[in-house]
């Protein structure tokens, strides 16, 4: 693999194959264009079904001496990786910016914390241990039976990174993968695969035997049912939308998986709510690279006695938030992954507002850049109230008690997160405990972490625990050895 130099950003990329970056066989490439300013940055390998089995192959095989590597093996190598990630961090996030349009600070701060995230992986997998438990210690059990409780390896993992982290959300599901004793097929959302085979490419300098990790590039029409029912497929830990993520869960059958996938996540103001407080946090929240985010707030339910001052306050952040191209100037609002994406994200503002919404602030848009939106009066009647945007447009639903603001939150489809904003304590354990998500946030915006932290949706937000312990646990499995004493 040639190395990225941002001075060179028009590459060739290969495939990770058995240790090796090779040629495609097929011949084939997919063109990545940056959405900045549709300058090609590279080129990444359209793969055939053909090479797909030759990477799974490559995987099982290397997977019988990698199993059984010791954990600190594992481990150095893992605290390599990581310390190559931060050597790289200016290279790294340049590249970041240019393929997924982060503006500079969000770019370095994925780099940073998926070092982090690395490291962490092997600290904790190195503190994991089984247990002995003993026959008498239930009711007609004997002295003369003991279990020996392990974990063992599932084998190939499937992992299937998103556009819009693609270094951090990459590493989440490798690091722990191979920690565990897997084996890992690496495959990265077009948009933004050469950030996440410039990770691959880490991986391996920091000393990932051969085919440990073996990438596969292409388009999901032709290889993405392909790979997920594959036979020698143990598990696919998986990013993405709600709807790819039915579609691998209908068709992998049998096969376990991971997965975090669309929210709608609600913040819930109450009346006696801090809202200097909520609105700091809500506009942190919903706008945070251009609202681009699973855990992104995408909704404000507020009730009616503090409507009118909670909107107030945020329109006056939203007006401040700066948009623009990452290249040129930090930015708060940066452009939308591509073009379609951004007619989506214009179409439900023009629903809202068609439909009785109040425009407070924004709904302009230029090719893929969205101008921060805010729209007041939103009703249950409008698109915007349950579709997830993945834009940086933010609608105000009005509510008048708790129980409307719960009712409302609990028909999303999703339910991955919510926020709660107040300052009475007994009221914010109530709703939390009413809401249908995996994680409730008091008093601060939605979002993932600390990393070690359970993250997990429900209902169509995913399935499966994350969180690094969690991850590990996950891509493993209990194995149980009784030992019977002779009498």
Same mark, same amino acid.
């Given at each position: 693999?040639?190395?990225?130099?941002?001075?060179?950003?028009?590459?060739?990329?290969?495939?990770?194959?058995?240790?090796?970056?090779?040629?495609?066989?097929?011949?084939?490439?997919?063109?990545?264009?940056?959405?900045?300013?549709?300058?090609? +940055?590279?080129?990444?390998?359209?793969?055939?079904?053909?090479?797909?089995?030759?990477?799974?192959?490559?995987? &099982?095989?290397?997977?019988?001496?990698?199993?059984?590597?010791?954990?600190?093996?594992?481990?150095?190598?893992?605290?390599?990786?990581?310390?190559?990630?931060?050597?790289?961090?200016?290279?790294?996030?340049?590249?970041?910016?240019?393929?997924?349009?982060?503006?500079?600070?969000?770019?370095?701060?994925?780099?940073?914390?998926?070092?982090?995230?690395?490291?962490?992986?092997?600290?904790?997998?190195?503190?994991?241990?089984?247990?002995?438990?003993?026959?008498?210690?239930?009711?007609?059990?004997?002295?003369?039976?003991?279990?020996?409780?392990?974990?063992?390896?599932?084998?190939?993992?499937?992992? /299937?990174?998103?556009?819009?982290?693609?270094?951090?959300?990459?590493?989440? @599901?490798?690091?722990?993968?191979?920690?565990?004793?897997?084996?890992?097929?690496? @495959?990265?959302?077009?948009?933004?695969?050469?950030?996440?085979?410039?990770?691959?490419?880490?991986?391996?300098?920091?000393?990932?035997?051969?085919?440990?990790?073996?990438?596969?590039?292409?388009?999901?029409?032709?290889?993405?049912?392909?790979?997920?029912?594959?036979?020698?497929?143990?598990?696919?830990?998986?990013?993405?939308?709600?709807?790819?993520?039915?579609?691998?869960?209908?068709?992998?059958?049998?096969?376990?998986?991971?997965?975090?996938?669309?929210?709608?996540?609600?913040?819930?103001?109450?009346?006696?709510?801090?809202?200097?407080?909520?609105?700091?946090?809500?506009?942190?929240?919903?706008?945070?690279?251009?609202?681009?985010?699973?855990?992104?707030? @995408?909704?404000?339910?507020?009730?009616?006695?503090?409507?009118?001052?909670?909107?107030?306050?945020?329109?006056?952040?939203?007006?401040?938030?700066?948009?623009?191209?990452?290249?040129?100037?930090?930015?708060? /609002?940066?452009?939308?992954?591509?073009?379609?994406?951004?007619?989506?994200?214009?179409?439900?503002?023009?629903?809202?507002? &068609?439909?009785?919404?109040?425009?407070?602030?924004?709904?302009?848009?230029?090719?893929?850049?969205?101008?921060?939106?805010?729209?007041?009066?939103?009703?249950?009647?409008?698109?915007?109230?349950?579709?997830?945007?993945?834009?940086?447009? +933010?609608?105000?639903?009005?509510?008048?008690?708790?129980?409307?603001?719960?009712?409302?939150?609990? @028909?999303?489809?999703?339910? +991955?997160?919510?926020?709660?904003?107040?300052?009475?304590?007994?009221?914010?354990?109530?709703?939390?405990?009413?809401?249908?998500?995996?994680?409730?946030?008091?008093?601060? &915006?939605?979002?993932?972490?600390?990393?070690?932290?359970?993250?997990?949706?429900?209902?169509?937000?995913?399935?499966?625990?994350?969180?690094?312990?969690?991850?590990?646990?996950?891509?493993?499995?209990? &194995?149980?050895?009784?030992?019977?004493?002779?009498?």
């Amino acid at each position: 693999m040639k190395e990225i130099y941002l001075n060179d950003l028009n590459i060739e990329l290969k495939k990770l194959l058995n240790g090796k970056w090779i040629e495609s066989d097929s011949d084939t490439y997919i063109d990545i264009h940056s959405p900045l300013n549709n300058s090609l +940055l590279g080129k990444v390998p359209a793969m055939s079904k053909e090479e797909v089995d030759l990477a799974i192959e490559s995987c &099982k095989e290397a997977q019988k001496k990698w199993k059984l590597t010791n954990i600190f093996e594992r481990s150095e190598i893992l605290y390599k990786a990581a310390d190559i990630l931060e050597e790289k961090i200016d290279e790294l996030s340049e590249l970041l910016i240019m393929e997924v349009a982060k503006d500079r600070e969000s770019a370095r701060s994925e780099v940073n914390r998926t070092a982090d995230f690395i490291r962490f992986t092997a600290d904790t997998a190195k503190n994991m241990q089984g247990e002995i438990l003993q026959g008498d210690s239930f009711k007609g059990g004997t002295k003369d039976k003991i279990a020996m409780v392990t974990r063992e390896p599932l084998g190939v993992v499937l992992a /299937i990174s998103p556009f819009n982290y693609p270094v951090n959300l990459a590493a989440s @599901k490798i690091a722990p993968a191979i920690i565990g004793g897997n084996t890992v097929i690496f @495959k990265p959302a077009t948009q933004g695969s050469l950030s996440g085979l410039y990770l691959a490419n880490i991986f391996q300098k920091a000393g990932v035997p051969a085919g440990v990790i073996n990438t596969i590039t292409g388009k999901g029409s032709e290889i993405g049912d392909y790979v997920v029912t594959h036979p020698d497929i143990d598990f696919i830990n998986f990013t993405g939308s709600s709807e790819i993520g039915a579609r691998i869960s209908q068709i992998s059958k049998m096969t376990p998986t991971l997965m975090e996938l669309g929210g709608k996540d609600a913040a819930i103001v109450l009346k006696d709510a801090d809202l200097d407080l909520a609105a700091k946090n809500i506009v942190a929240g919903a706008y945070s690279y251009s609202g681009q985010r699973c855990t992104a707030i @995408k909704r404000v339910l507020v009730e009616n006695e503090v409507a009118d001052k909670l909107v107030e306050k945020l329109k006056e952040k939203v007006e401040k938030l700066v948009v623009g191209n990452p290249l040129e100037k930090q930015v708060d /609002i940066v452009p939308l992954i591509d073009n379609k994406s951004a007619l989506f994200v214009e179409g439900l503002i023009e629903d809202a507002i &068609k439909k009785g919404g109040k425009l407070i602030v924004g709904g302009k848009r230029e090719e893929n850049i969205v101008y921060p939106t805010l729209i007041d009066n939103v009703n249950e009647k409008m698109e915007l109230a349950w579709e997830e945007p993945f834009g940086p447009v +933010l609608p105000i639903l009005r509510v008048n008690n708790i129980e409307e603001a719960i009712e409302i939150a609990n @028909k999303s489809q999703y339910g +991955l997160q919510s926020s709660v904003f107040t300052e009475n304590i007994n009221d914010a354990f109530y709703i939390a405990g009413k809401l249908e998500v995996g994680t409730v946030q008091v008093n601060n &915006k939605t979002e993932r972490g600390p990393d070690h932290f359970p993250f997990l949706g429900v209902k169509n937000s995913g399935i499966g625990v994350q969180g690094i312990r969690y991850s590990i646990e996950a891509m493993s499995r209990v &194995k149980s050895t009784v030992i019977n004493l002779r009498k």
